[in-house]
């Protein structure tokens, strides 16, 4: 595993610390200032085979903010930070940028792993690098590596162990795995349990109730999932919410009950249906954008700015 490249030196120094607050308060400002022309939502959005990643408002449905990925990059995680800035991981590794598009850090990772997923959590960044083996990266606020916990998931190629990882309420970590499977590790890296969830796992979201929202890739299909009962309690197929689902990919819930999916119609998908969609509680469509709607590419990872959601 390589040592993140970070672009500032002397982290714990207090003069450093002063210069990123005034670069993270100008970048505040400078959101806020294209904000001004923004009229609905806003979400952070990336994407399998989009080279960027961007900010759009739900009304206009035009990104307000852009940033352009690594050459050869590949982007299914991304965080809208609290300091106001924008992480996201990039298949060779993972970086922070400010609202005017400055590297604040960058970590790499070596060749043959990819970094498919980063989130943030208690002030640390946690990445899913797939590999052999694979392995979760616990970077500090400025990049800076802290710890690396190894683990094998029982399949060969990188890319088709995971996407998004989730930290558990335990301190525990839990890996969505493409074969269907959810994984429990501990600090150790030691897997605790498995869980048989079924379909092609994207990402995990921690329902208050206990459940999990669990999308099902090639499947077509997301699930809410009792762990403690081991099983499917609900599905939501393209017959419930009235849309064509793809690859399903990321799929956020929000505390008052709608729910944002990422329908990613690169496998196959009918590029005439929405790439993005806002359900009620009831499974009606309020909201919606396709691939006719300007400077969007294919969206897979979604993150409400400012939303309450459930993660």
Same mark, same amino acid.
């Given at each position: 595993?390589?040592?993140?490249?970070?672009?500032?030196?002397?982290?714990?120094?207090?003069?450093?610390?002063?210069?990123?607050?005034?670069?993270?308060?100008?970048?505040?400002?400078?959101?806020?200032?294209?904000?001004?022309?923004?009229?609905?939502?806003?979400?952070?959005?990336?994407?399998?085979?989009?080279?960027?990643?961007?900010?759009?408002?739900?009304?206009?449905?035009?990104?307000?903010?852009?940033?352009?990925?690594?050459?050869?990059?590949?982007?299914?995680?991304?965080?809208?930070?609290?300091?106001?800035?924008?992480?996201?991981?990039?298949?060779?590794?993972?970086?922070?940028?400010?609202?005017?598009?400055?590297?604040?850090?960058?970590?790499?990772?070596?060749?043959?792993?990819?970094?498919?997923?980063?989130?943030?959590?208690?002030?640390?960044?946690?990445?899913?690098?797939?590999?052999?083996?694979?392995?979760?990266?616990?970077?500090?606020?400025?990049?800076?590596?802290?710890?690396?916990?190894?683990?094998?998931?029982?399949?060969?190629?990188?890319?088709?162990?995971?996407?998004?990882?989730?930290?558990?309420?335990?301190?525990?970590?839990?890996?969505?795995?493409?074969?269907?499977? @959810?994984?429990?590790?501990?600090?150790? $890296? /030691?897997? *605790? %349990?498995? !869980?048989?969830?079924?379909?092609?796992?994207?990402? #995990?979201?921690?329902?208050?109730?206990?459940?999990?929202?669990?999308?099902?890739?090639?499947?077509?299909?997301? @699930?809410?999932?009792?762990?403690?009962? $081991? /099983?499917? *309690? %609900?599905? !939501?197929?393209?017959?419930?919410?009235?849309?064509? #689902?793809?690859?399903?990919?990321?799929?956020?819930?929000?505390?008052?009950?709608?729910?944002?999916?990422?329908?990613?119609?690169?496998?196959?998908?009918?590029?005439?249906?929405?790439?993005?969609?806002?359900?009620?509680?009831?499974?009606?469509?309020?909201?919606?954008?396709?691939?006719?709607?300007?400077?969007?590419?294919?969206?897979?990872?979604?993150?409400?700015?400012?939303?309450?959601?459930?993660?």
């Amino acid at each position: 595993m390589s040592r993140a490249v970070c672009l500032f030196r002397n982290t714990h120094s207090k003069r450093l610390m002063k210069h990123i607050r005034k670069i993270l308060f100008l970048s505040l400002a400078l959101f806020c200032s294209s904000s001004l022309f923004a009229k609905g939502e806003q979400y952070l959005v990336s994407g399998s085979g989009w080279d960027k990643v961007a900010i759009i408002d739900s009304e206009t449905k035009r990104p307000v903010w852009v940033a352009s990925l690594p050459e050869g990059g590949e982007c299914n995680s991304v965080v809208y930070t609290k300091n106001g800035a924008v992480a996201f991981s990039y298949s060779r590794g993972a970086q922070m940028v400010d609202m005017t598009g400055r590297v604040l850090w960058d970590y790499k990772v070596d060749e043959g792993e990819e970094v498919q997923s980063i989130v943030e959590h208690k002030g640390k960044f946690i990445l899913g690098v797939c590999g052999n083996p694979s392995s979760i990266v616990v970077l500090d606020r400025f990049g800076g590596e802290k710890s690396v916990i190894e683990f094998e998931t029982g399949i060969k190629q990188p890319h088709a162990q995971f996407r998004q990882i989730r930290v558990a309420s335990n301190g525990n970590y839990l890996i969505p795995l493409l074969n269907g499977k @959810v994984m429990e590790l501990n600090e150790e $890296g /030691e897997c *605790v %349990k498995t !869980y048989e969830v079924g379909g092609g796992l994207f990402s #995990l979201t921690q329902l208050p109730d206990g459940k999990w929202l669990v999308p099902q890739g090639d499947a077509h299909s997301f @699930v809410e999932y009792d762990p403690q009962k $081991g /099983e499917v *309690v %609900k599905k !939501y197929t393209s017959e419930d919410v009235g849309i064509k #689902l793809g690859f399903v990919a990321q799929v956020v819930r929000y505390k008052d009950g709608n729910t944002l999916v990422c329908n990613w119609l690169r496998h196959g998908g009918d590029k005439t249906q929405p790439m993005l969609f806002l359900l009620d509680a009831q499974n009606n469509v309020v909201w919606s954008v396709d691939k006719s709607d300007k400077g969007i590419g294919d969206i897979s990872a979604v993150e409400p700015v400012g939303g309450k959601f459930f993660k």
